[in-house]
Nanobody, 114 residues
Framework: QVQLVESGGGSVQPGGSLRLSCAASGFTFSRSAMSWYRQAPEKERELVAQ????????YYADSVKGRFTISRDNAKNTVSLQMNSLKSEDTAVYYCYSVAFRYWGQGTQVTVSS
């Protein structure tokens, strides 16, 4: 059974930090690039960051470049998103996604508000 389970969401003040984690099971994690997407209310889901299967290559949306860092641990089947200097516009549901197998996690809410 394929599972992508996100954790680490929550509420934080502007300028704060959060670390999201996604635990994968049921598929060959090391063979898939992994992504984090987000969807804000009444907006389309957008790609935030992506890491290659081996972890050597990353991509970031311009809106998060320099503030967010994606990483993965193939030994633990996890992918993480370190989010620093959070802004109100980062408020969204964040989803973990397997590029190769097209699996989605259930999402975790991130709210940035004073």
């Amino acid at each position: 059974q394929v599972q992508l389970v996100e954790s680490g969401g929550g509420s934080v003040q502007p300028g704060g930090s959060l670390r999201l984690s996604c635990a994968a099971s049921g598929f060959t994690f090391s063979r898939s690039a992994m992504s984090w997407y987000r969807q804000a209310p009444e907006k389309e889901r957008e790609l935030v960051a992506q890491v290659s299967s081996g972890g050597g290559n990353t991509y970031y949306a311009d809106s998060v470049k320099g503030r967010f860092t994606i990483s993965r641990d193939n030994a633990k089947n996890t992918v993480s998103l370190q989010m620093n200097s959070l802004k109100s516009e980062d408020t969204a549901v964040y989803y973990c996604y397997s590029v190769a197998f097209r699996y989605w996690g259930q999402g975790t809410q991130v709210t940035v508000s004073s």
